[in-house]
């Protein structure tokens, strides 16, 4: 048996304890300041607000300052804070990590530079004083918490740099419906994994515009199924770009299916297809934490820095420079369908 601190009580990290838990593992689920109410209610039900499951009666819960001691004597340390806490969890979290205790995060996204590289979280907690000498690793792939807690047939990666940290934690995590591949090639995986989460945004403007024009409810796949390729098609050459393998694109791609199927991503994109601005749209969505606004703003900026430099061509991304007009300069949405036609000779 392995002791597991989840710090940070997200969905995605709640939901990772049904895997943990059945494995007869000891479970800590440590709550971000954010998180108060979460863990006040799961201290007295095991109901999870957010999540809207009962966590397994047995995991231990505590409160951000008591962290510490949640901390003490866990085999494995897996980070569950949003986008939006990386700075908290570098500041507040990694300072008190032991060097020898694995870390495993749930959390998807990217930092672009002045010059238009594209840093993975991994990679910028390793670059921070507190987290130069810790084992940092993270998962990414098609997975959302609900279906995880209800057992769903679930598969996605554990990458890192050490082979037998990733076998360790494989062992801990994996069940019958739960199933992990596993690579050594970090940013491949997590910028795959962040990337999806703008062009699931940029997918779902059809399913609004189809709302707009003929009602709610109306579906039209051909479009959905155009743009779900040109998303994948520049996946890939930011990619390219980005200097990763060609195999950890099937994480995003399959990260990107999911997420268009349901989710914050999904729901900004559909208000924006209707024709709210974003101003509008976000309002709608008051108190949700829009990560795929915050990726597509990061990756139109780190294209246009790569051109600049000669690195990267402005036409190949066509969709996610549309996405950004909408959001950023207030553009009405007017998908450039000519723009995704090509000639593939060889």
């Known amino acids: 048996m392995a002791i597991l601190t989840f710090i940070g009580a997200g969905q995605m990290a709640s939901g990772l304890t049904f895997p943990a838990f059945e494995n007869g593992h000891e479970i800590r689920l440590v709550g971000t300041p954010l998180d108060r109410k979460i863990i006040d209610r799961l201290r007295q039900d095991n109901y999870h607000l957010t999540l809207d499951r009962t966590l397994h009666d047995g995991i231990h819960y505590y409160q951000v300052e008591e962290m510490e001691k949640a901390i003490e004597g866990a085999d ?9 806490g990386v700075d908290w969890f570098a500041d507040e979290v990694l300072p008190k990590l032991h060097k020898n205790v694995p870390v495993i995060t749930v959390t998807k996204g990217m930092i672009d530079e002045p010059d238009g590289n594209m840093v993975d979280f991994p990679d910028y907690w390793q670059s921070t004083k507190a987290g130069k000498d810790l084992n940092l690793n993270a998962i990414g792939g098609p997975c959302t918490a609900r279906e995880l807690s209800d ?3 679930t598969w996605v990666a554990f990458c890192g740099r050490d082979k037998d940290t990733l076998h360790k934690l494989k062992a ?4 019958p419906y739960y199933h992990i591949s596993l690579s050594n090639d970090v940013k491949g995986v997590e910028l795959s994994v962040a990337l999806k989460n703008g ?3 940029a997918v779902s403007l059809t399913i609004g515009l189809t ?3 003929e009602g709610i409810g109306k579906v039209h796949h051909n479009s959905e199924a155009a743009l779900f390729g040109q998303s994948v098609t520049e996946m890939q050459k930011l990619l390219k770009l980005a200097g990763v393998r060609d195999e950890s694109l099937v994480f995003g791609v399959g990260d990107l299916y999911v997420t268009i199927s349901g989710g914050r991503s999904r729901r900004i994109g559909v208000l924006l297809g209707r024709g709210y601005s974003y101003d509008e749209a976000k309002e709608k969505l008051k108190g949700e934490t829009l990560e795929a606004v915050v990726i597509a703003t990061r990756t139109a900026r780190a294209v246009r820095a790569m051109a600049e430099r000669g690195k990267a061509d ?7 420079l549309h996405v950004d007009e909408v959001i950023n300069n207030g553009k009405p949405v007017n998908i450039p369908w ?9």
């Open 172 to 175: 801990i995590f994996s069940t």
């Open 211 to 213: 709302e707009k024009n």
């Open 151 to 153: 057992h769903d047939q």
């Open 199 to 201: 062009y699931a945004m």
């Open 338 to 346: 000519q723009a995704t036609e090509a000639e593939y000779f060889e």
């Open 76 to 84: 494995v340390i897996i980070g569950g804070v949003s986008s939006f």
């Open 314 to 320: 402005l036409k190949d991304f066509p969709l996610l």
